[in-house]
């Protein structure tokens, strides 16, 4: 059976008070309608389309991807409006099942769609149905006798009993395409909002003695639509808990699963620990044993196992050795290669570096554009000078060297193993393995001198 997945995206959100589209809105780091696209991939469609409108360009270039048949619908007519247009170009055979997804309506998953669209492909007019607390503003799903469907009606056509009903429409729905493309031509506009509305296929099709089904969901987060930003921000909690749950099965323990954000893919071993307040972005591979601090910013980054990343530091294309340690308050940027059990401490920023095996660099540092041999060790306030306005050099400090603190190297430059660079030094030339080296002023000890002291009086 092939199956055809239309995505409704073109409409504008008004209420989002935003000069983004609705559904480039992001959930978890990912755009409303890519959440949908990356649904709607997992059911192996042989069409799939994007009916955009608002902010097409916008829309395209987020999706940017093959294999999208892109749909214009230049001026929002309806849902009916939008399916028609879609169904007109579709390169599928009346056998086909065409499913219907909103792009504003992100946390739907394919094993709720995957029964709807066997129902379909039985000759079912399939729809997804939800019951709400608060049904305002939904269509309802209108039943007789026995429960069966007779059609759906807007809020706003919706007589005072159709508005106590609690079942609403999801919008979410399946047709076999041959079937769909009759009922659609005869969906008229005489409505409150003068729209096609989608939903008219309903009572068309019971009309023909066409079976329909409405499938109510459980979890009415999974068929929620984002109108608001409220909305938004209760759908991002929503998908965080799914995602924290699926880090707790993985065997990651969470501080506080309430208090994770993961925006990207985020992978862990065993024995993971994550404290409140963390942020991941982009890829990122917690291996087993691996401790993460509260508040860290954790972005495209691997970190090998049993490595403690402190409180409060910002990690970005780096990559951590097992036992390694980090922070607190340490920024690694992309490029940041720490070794086996070295060290990056408090206030330390590391770029484009390798720290070998063992090696620490433990208090207030910049370590740019830099190679660190084994067991070195970096004192407090040490600076690599790696840029002279126009170029970036490289430092290279070679197995066991000690750098005192406050030193200045300037690159490009090699300190030979096993070197002593001396306290607030200030070193621009090759050092040659095994020697003290320094730059150092004299210290001078004035005995006459004495303090400025102000006048009395004045
Ligand atoms: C629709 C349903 C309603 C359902 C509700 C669920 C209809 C007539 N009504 O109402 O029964 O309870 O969704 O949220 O279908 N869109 C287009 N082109 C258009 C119109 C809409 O692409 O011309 C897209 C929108 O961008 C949106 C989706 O279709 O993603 C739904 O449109 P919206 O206007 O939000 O429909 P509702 O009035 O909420
Ligand atoms: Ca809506």
């Not at 409150?192 to 969901?217: F, K, M």
């Not at 401790?291 to 970005?316: F, K, M, N, Q, T």
Request: glycine share 12%.
């Amino acid at each position: 059976m092939d199956l055809s997945v239309l995505i409704l995206a073109a409409g504008k959100g008004t209420r989002m008070r935003s000069a983004l589209p609705k559904v480039l809105h992001t959930l978890g780091g990912r755009s409303l309608v890519r959440h949908v696209h990356d649904t709607a991939r997992a059911l192996a469609p042989v069409d799939l389309a994007v009916v955009h409108g608002h902010g097409a360009e916008a829309v395209r270039e987020d999706l940017a991807e093959d294999g999208i048949r892109w749909v214009l619908q230049a001026e929002q007519r309806g849902t009916g409006h939008a399916v028609g247009l879609a169904l007109q170009e579709a390169p599928i055979g009346d056998e086909a099942v065409v499913l219907v997804l909103y792009g504003d309506v992100p946390l739907i998953r394919p094993q709720t769609l995957g029964p709807l669209v066997e129902q379909a492909a039985a000759g079912t007019v399939a729809v997804l149905s939800v019951r709400l607390d608060d049904p305002f503003g939904y269509g309802r799903i209108v039943r007789g006798d026995g429960e069966a469907v007779l059609r759906i009606v807007e809020q706003r056509d919706a007589g005072v009993d159709e508005q106590r009903i609690d079942e609403v429409n999801t919008g979410i729905l399946a047709v076999r395409a041959g079937t769909l493309r009759g009922l659609i031509e005869r969906v008229g506009c005489d409505n409150s909002q003068g729209e096609y509305y989608l939903t008219d296929i309903v009572g068309l099709a019971v009309d023909d003695g066409i079976p329909v089904r409405a499938t109510c969901v459980g979890d009415p987060e999974e068929v929620l639509g984002v109108n608001s930003r409220a909305q938004l921000a209760r759908l991002e909690r929503a998908l965080q808990r799914r995602l924290a749950a699926a880090l707790m099965d993985a065997g990651a323990t969470l501080a506080d699963p309430q208090r994770i954000d993961v925006r990207g893919e985020l992978t862990v071993g065993m024995d993971v620990f994550i404290d409140v307040g963390c942020v991941f972005e982009g890829q990122v591979a917690l291996a087993d044993g691996v401790h993460i601090g509260p508040y860290c910013v954790v972005r495209d980054c691997a970190v090998a196992s049993g490595a403690h990343i402190e409180p409060h530091c910002v990690l970005e294309g780096a990559s951590v050795g097992a036992g390694a340690s980090v922070g607190p308050f340490a920024r690694l940027r992309p490029g940041a290669e720490l070794a086996e059990s070295s060290k990056a401490g408090n206030f330390v920023e590391i770029k484009n570096a390798v720290i070998g095996e063992g090696s620490k660099v433990n208090h207030l540092s910049y370590v740019g554009d830099a190679t660190l041999g084994k067991r070195v060790n970096v004192g407090a306030g040490t600076i690599t000078c790696n840029y002279d306005g126009a170029y970036k050099h490289r430092t290279v400090l070679e197995d066991d060297v000690f750098i005192g603190s406050n030193t200045a190297l300037v690159a490009p430059i090699t300190v030979g193993r096993g070197v002593t660079v001396g306290a607030g030094s200030t070193i621009s030339r090759d050092v040659e393995p095994d020697v003290l080296t320094l730059t150092r002023a004299e210290q001078r000890t004035l005995r006459d001198w004495q303090r400025p002291r102000k006048a009395k009086g004045k």
